[in-house]
């Protein structure tokens, strides 16, 4: 017994990013190394300090709404509801801008509550009516986009965003540090928190590995599960908010840009799709990954055709690498 | 025996998985037209051994000779086309397809490359005649059917496959008393028809009835072979743990009056599962269900940790009516209730996660502040944990998956105690550990109860019902129907009544508690 | 004897869904300003038909508890690529379709491959394989042309004996050469035993690997002869990106209107088939009633919305809620 606790004291003592360097995380911070030196052969600007700043500026918004699709991916569930969660957080908040001065003080709000109530709809159809999350999520973004759809005319919007939502995407509250990243940094700084410290967090992980067991455990799993999606929609929504304040308005097809980077970010950061594993490190890590990847693409001026192709494989390769569920036998 | 030569036979087989030893140098061989008897503990190897065989795990060395040469498996349909035919403990039919499907699954009966529906028709009911199942029609969904018919068709599945070396693991632990009967007559037969059988069970009246030759395994290797009957019951008994089996239960302390009732059940019923269920659980008091399997037990125990909807009837605590709508409102202060619940692995544990993570789940409310882990109480309390228990483990930050079985339901136990719950219920809390940690968890009952908790104790052991319990109401097919106060308890009385048998001595149906 | 019993247990929900289809039908076609007519039906049935071959596609994969994210690409895809090769002499026509054919069998292959000894999540392995899908397609077709060989478009577009919709007829034949022989296959029995129990399919010696290939190459072929006709109905090859993720979501609205179970092991092609023709079906309700056609996105949603909490009915008569955590 004592020679037991003894080990684990030990083990506890040990820095956290040893004890749980997760192989993962680790290969994707390798990648982002390496895409740094392959992008610093075809341009010297690539390894100067303002070309990453603005990687990391474009990063944040991929980066907030990753961070919901996390949360839901450790349930062991998937938001397909991203592309229109996106644009409708955009086009509501844009909308909400054009009711005058109170408009404009509620327009960011009001955005994000409207993909809280995407997001609502999906926890309520995954967490009480059981329906798979891949399935209820991509119905409400079908009911999204219809709904933007009616309003908008099909047309991209003509309200723009308010100079509030193009502060925080384009302004610098702290020199030379974009206000994207220090929001990105925020949400998720409050995610770890979240993840790492809370009740909350804990059973995230809980229902991701076993949710019979958190369940018989006292846990309320159908209310956890439906926050988390709620978290998702509401992140989903401020990503489309401040990719609207960078665009100064929203557009139709805004979100669908987001949905297999923000998966792949996810899965790529060692995050477990079948839920319950992952760190948001991890996280992180795959956001910047992939953010350069496709900045790499541009530079070297590989048409809309050539990328998707691209990424696509990088995508299946670096899973096949290490993201590959246990043999069976 | 008498020099017969082996069909088949394993020779110092050994397997590991990770660090854990499951085979050692283990030996076996089989004779046609004889049923051999496999004995041992969990944990002890058997189920290692023929998974093996039956070319589920590959060894890691040794090697199997079926009629004189040497042979291995790459899968099970390999050692299925050797003639090995496997009846595995954890049912391996597909729910969604039919019972003829599955019976003709390996080997479906070809016309023009198609399945032939007809032939595979004929096929099946050939197969459920043989393993005297003809009533299962080969239509239905396997799914539809209950857990005993199910069996029924694992076996007809086997016999599908022409075997001649036919693997029965705790095939019979989901039958009724009927099936098991029909069941025996079917092996016998076989035996006849020159088969070699390997069974392997935990009832040992089962194998004294058909067993022609018994091994013993313990710690990965075959410690005994000897000609069945040649070995008392006390004597098998010892070989399978290596010690004496006696004095494992802790006393009971004397009664005198009636404890102060805390868990009270009035007239529950719950679909065809329970029948009119009434019982009272004290303070102090540990209260056995028993019976056969699956008689509304397990269901009793879920009805009172609120897992069960459309529940007709009343439950008290402390002699008041509560509503218990879910875990988190039977976890709560005022009612305080835990579930040890009946598989570990699905329902107690979340396997990847850490020691620490999981010892604290069931109680992380209490932990908090504003939903905020307080770290320190946290680890105070595992500490304390850890300790009653004596959990071993290599730190607090290792995957509980990677405890032994024993290990691993002292945490599903300790994340329970952490919340100093008042009324416990247990479901089979012992299956598939060790002897030393079962003894421990009856102490640890005893003590729970002596400190004034009110405990109900589901056990398909009925040794263990004999030798921890105050009480014990007897259930069958979801009522009540004999309650067995004291030296009332014995083996004789719990399976008499678990039968139904309403023999003499058959005390007043549902008595007034103690 | 009650044999008929068990066949409508398993025949239950391909009939529910076309109990739904000839009711959704017979409302659109009273209410339709020309009636029930031969046209009427042809247009119907080559909108449906085309939903119907990805339906029937998503059928497969969703049979071994899969889901294939990337199967409306494969029809952009060999949309495009039938726009460039399915022209010319008969002869020329005829490799072109085997071209487009073989195309689709290839990429329903590496789906195969990825997810099965990849052991890649279905979901991930699709969606990023029809980003390379869609990449190819744009590639073919950067903007939207090209044409086709007419006289096969024609003679498959329009009516046999002046009656039956050529369209109707090549779907039933795809069904009795393609699902029809897979459905009865050792391999498809082995597609379906995986997509119900994984675990007791290996332990039956089920040869789960190559019923799982097949499965997800027979969707490719299914996507690809959906998007050769495509070709034939609009004469271009388009690579439009919202369209193919369109018939990629529809065709999960079409697998569950037909009965098909997402946690797989259940279901039959034809439930999908009359599931895809529903669900169009209903989407077209909007025209007849002479509405915006811009509420047509939303109605479609509106219906799939309520096609999948349909099965959540079920959860009602559940009594033990352990049963929600299968």
């Keep these: 017994m004592s020679d037991t606790t003894l080990i684990g004291g030990i083990a506890g003592r040990m820095p956290k990013f040893l004890r749980r360097a997760d192989p993962a995380v680790v290969t994707a911070f390798a990648c982002i190394v390496l895409l740094l030196l392959v992008g610093s052969l075809y341009s010297r600007s690539f390894l100067s300090p303002e070309y990453l700043l603005q990687q990391l500026k474009v990063a944040s918004f991929l980066g907030v709404i990753a961070t919901g699709m996390m949360l839901v991916i450790l349930l062991g569930q998937i938001d397909l509801s991203v592309p229109w969660s996106v644009a409708v957080g955009a086009m509501m908040a844009c909308a909400a801008a054009a009711y005058g001065p109170l408009g404009s003080v509620l327009a960011i709000p009001f955005g994000i509550v409207c993909g809280i109530a995407i997001g609502v709809v999906n926890g309520i159809g995954v967490a009480y009516l059981r329906i798979p999350s891949m399935i209820i999520t991509l119905a409400t973004n079908a009911v999204a986009q219809g709904l933007m759809v009616v309003y908008t005319g099909g047309f991209s919007p003509q309200d723009s965003a308010t100079p509030a939502m193009r502060y925080l995407a384009t302004g610098f509250a702290i020199p030379a540090v974009p206000n994207a990243v220090i929001i990105w940094a925020l949400i998720g700084a409050a995610m770890v928190f979240l993840l790492t410290r809370t009740g909350f967090g804990r059973a995230v992980y809980g229902i991701g590995n076993r949710e019979r067991a958190a369940y018989l455990s006292g846990i309320d799993t159908r209310r956890v599960v439906m926050v988390a999606f709620a978290v998702s929609g509401g992140l989903s929504a401020f990503g489309g908010v401040l990719l609207a304040g960078y665009a100064s308005k929203a557009a139709q097809s805004m979100g669908d840009a987001y949905l297999l980077p923000s998966i792949a970010a996810v899965v790529l950061g060692g995050t477990s799709i079948l839920g319950g594993r992952g760190s948001y490190l991890g996280t992180v890590a795959g956001v910047i990954l992939i953010t350069l990847l496709q900045s790499i693409l541009s530079v070297m001026q590989m048409p809309e055709a050539g990328r998707q192709i691209v990424y696509g494989v990088v995508i299946v390769v670096m899973l096949l690498l290490y993201g590959r569920a246990p043999a069976s036998r | ?514 | 004897m009650k044999d008929w019993r068990y066949w409508l247990a398993e025949q239950r929900g391909t009939l529910l869904a076309l109990g739904i289809f000839v009711a959704m039908f017979a409302i659109y076609s009273a209410n339709h300003p020309a009636g029930f007519t031969a046209n009427v039906v042809q247009t119907a049935a080559n909108k449906g038909v085309l939903l119907a071959f990805v339906a029937m596609a998503q059928t497969l994969v969703v049979i071994t508890a899969g889901i294939d994210l990337s199967v409306g690409m494969i029809f952009t895809l060999t949309n495009c690529l039938a726009s460039w090769l399915v022209i010319g002499t008969g002869l020329e026509t005829a490799f072109g379709v085997i071209a487009v054919l073989g195309t689709g069998l290839v990429c329903g292959a590496i789906n195969g491959a990825i997810v099965i000894y990849g052991r890649l999540q279905p979901i991930v392995a699709t969606i990023a394989t029809g980003a390379v899908y869609f990449g190819l397609a744009l590639l073919l077709r950067p903007f939207p042309g090209g044409s086709v060989n007419e006289d096969l478009a024609d003679a498959l577009t329009g009516r046999l004996f002046g009656l039956v919709p050529a369209s109707l007829v090549a779907l039933a034949v795809v069904v009795l050469i393609v699902w029809v022989p897979f459905s009865r296959s050792e391999l498809g029995r082995a597609a379906y035993a995986a997509g119900s129990s994984e675990t007791a399919a290996y332990m039956s010696g089920v040869p789960i690997r190559r019923g799982k290939f097949v499965a997800y190459t027979l969707a490719g072929l299914l996507a690809a002869i959906g998007g050769l006709f495509l070709t034939f109905f609009t004469y271009t090859g388009d690579a439009a990106y919202a369209s193919g993720n369109a018939y990629t979501l529809f065709s999960i609205a079409a697998v569950v209107l037909g009965g098909v179970s997402l946690f797989g092991g259940k279901g039959s092609a034809l439930g999908a088939i009359f599931g895809a023709l529903a669900f169009r079906t209903i989407g077209d309700l909007l025209f007849v009633f002479d509405l915006d056609p811009l509420w047509q996105p939303l109605f479609q949603g509106v219906i799939l919305l309520i096609a999948v909490s349909l099965g959540a009915f079920a959860l009602f008569r559940v009594r033990n809620r352990l049963e929600w955590f299968l």
Excluded at chain 2, 1 to 7: F, I, Q, R
Excluded at chain 2, 246 to 263: C, E, M, N, Q, T
Excluded at chain 2, 487 to 506: F, K, M, R, Y
Aim: one cysteine or more; glycine letters at 10%.
């Design chain 2, 1 to 514: 025996m008498d020099g017969a030569v082996p069909l088949f036979s394993m020779q110092g087989i050994s397997k590991r998985y990770g660090g854990v030893r499951a085979l050692e140098k283990a030996e076996l061989s089989v004779t046609a037209g004889s049923i051999h008897a496999i004995l041992g503990e969990n944990g002890a190897g058997k189920s290692t051994l023929i998974k093996v065989m039956a070319g589920v795990v590959a060894p890691d060395e040794g090697r199997m000779l079926l009629d004189g040469s040497e042979v291995s498996f790459a899968s099970p349909a390999a050692a299925n086309r050797a003639g090995i035919v496997c009846i595995f403990q954890e049912l391996s039919l597909i729910p969604e397809l039919s019972v003829a499907d599955n019976i003709v699954i390996s080997d479906p009966p070809k016309r023009f490359g198609l399945i032939d529906r007809k032939a595979q028709r004929r096929i099946a009911e050939e197969a459920l005649a043989r393993a005297g199942a003809s009533d299962i029609h080969p239509l239905a969904l396997v799914k539809d059917l209950p857990l005993s018919r199910r069996q029924m068709v694992e076996i007809a599945k086997a016999l599908a496959r022409k075997p001649r070396i036919l693997i029965l693991d705790e095939a019979t632990s989901a039958l009724t008393a009927t099936d098991v009967a029909k069941i025996f007559g079917v092996l016998k037969r076989l035996r006849e028809e020159g088969l070699a059988l390997l069974y392997i069970s935990h009832r040992m009246n089962e194998i004294a009835e058909l067993a022609d030759q018994c091994t013993v395994f313990r710690n990965g290797r075959n410690v005994a072979s000897y000609a069945a009957g040649s070995k008392s019951d006390s004597e098998v008994v010892e070989l399978m743990i290596g010690r004496e089996y006696s004095h494992i239960f802790p006393p009971k302390p004397a009664r005198h009056g009636a404890a102060v009732p805390v868990l009270e059940a009035r007239n529950l019923c719950w679909t065809d599962r329970l029948d009119n269920v009434s019982l009272t659980v004290g303070a102090g008091e540990v209260v056995g269900l028993g019976g056969l399997d699956g008689q509304g037990q397990r269901e009793l125990l879920l009805a009172f940790f609120g897992v069960l909807r459309g529940l007709a009837g009343e439950i008290l605590v402390d002699g008041k009516a509560v509503s218990i709508a879910s875990p988190s409102a039977a976890r709560d202060g005022r009612i305080g209730m835990a579930l040890i619940p009946e598989d570990r692995k699905t329902e107690g544990l979340m396997l990847p996660m850490t020691v620490r993570e999981n010892l604290s789940f069931a109680a992380l409310d209490r932990l908090s502040k504003a939903g905020v882990i307080d770290r320190a109480t946290e680890q105070r309390l595992i500490d304390d944990m850890v300790e009653l228990l004596a959990i071993k483990t290599a730190g607090l930050d290792i995957p509980v998956g990677a405890l032994s079985g024993g290990n691993q339901q002292k945490v599903v136990i300790a994340k329970w105690l952490m919340r100093q719950p008042r009324i416990v219920l247990l479901n089979d809390p012992t299956r598939g550990i060790d002897v030393g940690t079962k003894q421990e968890l009856y102490q640890l009952m005893r003590k729970l109860a002596d400190a004034g908790a009110a405990i109900l104790f589901y056990s398909t052991d009925y040794d263990e019902l004999i030798g921890c319990c105050d009480r014990v109401l007897v259930l069958y097919d979801g009522a009540v129907k004999r309650e067995l106060v004291g030296a009332e308890i014995t083996e004789h009385a719990l399976i008499a009544s678990a039968l139904n048998i309403h023999g003499e001595g058959a005390g007043p149906l549902q008595g007034e508690g103690a």
